[in-house]
C-alpha cells in the first residue's frame, strides 16, 4: 500500500482512540506499527480528546494496583497505551508538553507497586520506558521535573527489587540524572540521599555475582564514576564502594566492553587520586559549569570537618549523625 494509505490508516486509528468501543484494537495495531509513522507523536498530542483517552486508560486501573487484582488483559491493554506515551515522550517535538502537562505523574501509583506478579512487572517496565524515553536525551528541565516529583526513590525500590530488565532501565534513568549537574547535587546534598543510593547500587553489585548481567553493569559502573566526580561522595566512596569493583571480580563479564571497562579505571582512579579529578563528561565541561562545580567543591571543603582516613567501618561516615550538615 502507498504512504498516502498507510498515513490514513494510521490518522484512522488515532481518531478511533476517542471511542471507547473502538479503542482497545486501536490501541493494540497503533503500539504495533508506531515505529513506522515517525509523526505519531505529534499526532497524537494535538488529535481531539487522544490525550486524555491515554489517561483516562491509565487512571481506569488504578482501583486495580492496591489490593494487587490487574488482570494479564487489562495490564496488556493500559502498556499498549503507555507505548503510545513513549512515543510522545520520545519525540523533540512532545516531550516538553508531555512533561508541562504533568503526565509523567499519572504512572508514579504503577512505579509504586510492588507486587511481583507478571502484570504488575510489565506495567512497571512499560512505565519505567515512558520515564527512561524522556531522559534519553540530556534535557535538564526533564531532570529538574522528576528530581521535583521525586522519582528517585520510586527508581531505589525498583533497583532493589525489580526484574533484570526493570532494574536496568531504572538504573539507567538515576544515571542520567546524575550525569546532570543538578541531579548529582540533589543526590549529594543529604548523607541520607547519598546512603540511600550508594547502599542499593551496592547491593545490586552483591546480586550480580549470582546472577550476572553486564547490561546493569554498565550503568552502575557509571553511576558510581559519577558519583566520585563529587567530593564528598568521592570521600565516602572510598569507605563504601564494593571490593567486586575493586577487585578483577567481574574482568572477565567485561573484557569486550570498552567503555565499561574505561569508567571503572577512571573511577579507581578517582577514589585513588587526593586531587579533585577532571570530569568525565562526553563533552567538555562549559566554563561556568565548571567554575559552579568548583565553587560547590570548595565550599563543601571549607565547611566539613576532615573525615580521618582510617575511619572505620564500610560506611565511613555511619557513626557520624547522618545530618545534612555534617555531609554538606
Ligand atoms: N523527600 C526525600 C528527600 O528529598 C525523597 C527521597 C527519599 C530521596 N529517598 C531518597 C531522595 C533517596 C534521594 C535519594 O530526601
Known amino acids: 500500500i502507498s504512504m498516502a494509505d498507510e498515513s490514513k490508516e494510521f490518522h484512522g486509528l488515532v481518531l478511533q482512540l476517542i471511542n471507547p468501543e473502538q479503542r482497545e484494537t486501536a490501541l493494540l495495531e497503533l503500539s504495533k506499527k508506531r515505529e513506522s509513522f515517525p509523526d505519531l507523536a505529534p499526532v497524537l498530542w494535538h488529535s481531539y480528546g487522544t490525550i486524555a483517552a491515554l489517561l483516562q486508560e491509565i487512571i481506569s486501573i488504578y482501583p486495580m494496583l492496591s489490593p494487587p487484582t490487574l488482570s494479564p488483559h487489562a495490564s496488556n491493554r493500559v502498556c499498549n497505551a503507555l507505548a503510545l506515551l513513549q512515543c510522545v515522550a520520545s ?6 508538553k508531555l512533561m508541562n502537562a504533568q503526565i509523567p505523574l499519572y504512572l508514579y501509583p504503577f512505579l509504586n507497586t510492588v507486587s511481583r506478579h507478571r502484570p504488575f ?17 540530556d534535557d535538564t528541565e526533564i531532570v529538574n ?45 543529604t548523607a541520607e540521599r547519598f546512603y540511600a543510593l550508594s547502599f542499593v547500587l551496592s547491593s545490586m553489585v552483591t546480586k550480580l555475582l549470582e546472577a550476572p548481567s553486564v547490561r546493569l553493569l554498565k550503568h552502575i559502573v557509571r553511576c558510581y564514576l559519577r558519583l566520585s566526580e563529587h567530593q564528598r561522595a568521592r570521600e565516602a566512596l572510598r569507605q563504601c564502594l564494593p571490593d567486586a569493583l575493586k577487585d578483577q571480580t567481574f574482568a572477565a563479564a567485561i573484557q569486550s566492553e570498552d567503555a565499561v571497562q574505561r569508567w571503572l579505571t577512571l573511577l579507581l582512579k578517582n577514589l585513588n587520586d587526593p586531587a579533585a579529578p577532571a570530569a568525565t563528561g562526553t563533552v567538555a565541561p562549559t566554563a561556568s559549569a565548571a567554575s559552579a562545580a ?31 550538615a555534617n555531609w554538606n
Not at 519525540?91 to 516538553?96: D, G, L, R, S, Y
Open 294 to 324: 568548583g565553587g560547590a567543591a570548595r565550599t563543601a571543603a571549607v565547611n566539613l570537618p576532615t573525615i580521618p582516613s582510617g575511619s572505620s567501618g564500610a560506611f565511613g561516615y555511619a557513626s557520624v549523625p547522618l545530618a545534612s
Open 145 to 189: 521535573f522528576l528530581l521535583q516529583t521525586e522519582i528517585i526513590p520510586l527508581c531505589l525500590r525498583i533497583m532493589e527489587t525489580g526484574s533484570e530488565l526493570s532494574k536496568t532501565v531504572a538504573t539507567f534513568i538515576v544515571q542520567k540524572i546524575l550525569l546532570d549537574d543538578a541531579g548529582l547535587t540533589y543526590i549529594c546534598a
Open 121 to 137: 512487572e510489565y506495567l512497571r517496565l512499560t512505565s519505567l520506558g515512558v520515564i527512561g524515553a524522556l531522559v534519553k536525551v
Open 91 to 96: 519525540h523533540p517535538e512532545t516531550k516538553a
